[in-house]
């Protein structure tokens, strides 16, 4: 096994795992190990355990995070946790641990996407399953308003809210993947208010 970074861990939630292991036998022998054991929604989902280091298999990637601890990832999954971070909810109310994964399932263009339901619904899966994970690596997302007949009225938040792109990113991104995805969509429409959100895009008068 060769070390590697590929999940790092904050100083809060390495407290929080050496704490747990302390009420585990033989605590010190102990690794975390994390792997991916399926999908949710158009995230990973985890199996956190703790596995005694010296049993695991070959092709576990280990990394040492300090306090004694080692994190095992198998190697099967190092490319979908690469640049993880493990750490605590941000919201105090939330028990557990929670991990930030900047990668996420291959929902590309060849992705099925088994579409059933009310238009509305179709639109739905579409946006969360198809347009959302491509638009957020802008720190942008797009919901459902309703939709009218055979025109589809969204709007747009986070990093697109105000962006002078985002004419674009509706009529060239979403508006083209509704309308070949779903049938009866002829028309996307965007009702954002522009002008408010953290960088407002007034256009010239």
Do not use: W
């Amino acid at each position: 096994m060769s070390e590697r970074q590929i999940v790092s861990v904050t100083e809060a939630a390495l407290e929080k795992v050496l704490e747990l292991r302390a009420g585990e036998e033989d605590e010190h022998q102990l690794a975390l190990r994390i792997e991916v054991v399926g999908t949710q929604g158009v995230d990973y989902s985890y199996d956190l355990a703790f596995e005694v280091l010296a049993e695991a298999d070959s092709d576990d990637v280990p990394t040492h995070v300090g306090g004694g601890l080692t994190v095992l990832v198998p190697g099967r999954d190092a490319s979908k946790l690469e640049g993880a971070t493990l750490d605590i909810p941000s919201n105090a109310n939330q028990v557990g641990l929670v991990l930030r994964n900047p990668n996420r399932p291959d929902l590309g263009p060849n992705a099925t996407l088994e579409l059933s339901g009310t238009i509305e619904e179709q639109v739905q899966e579409v946006l969360v399953k198809r347009i959302n994970p491509s638009i957020a690596a802008h720190g942008g997302y797009a919901e459902l308003v309703r939709v009218e007949g055979s025109t589809v009225l969204v709007k747009l938040g986070g990093g697109c809210q105000g962006c002078g792109m985002a004419n674009a990113t509706v009529t060239a991104g979403i508006e083209k993947t509704l309308t070949e995805l779903v049938d009866g969509v002829d028309h996307v429409l965007d009702i954002t208010d522009h002008t408010s959100g953290e960088n407002p895009y007034f256009a010239a008068t």
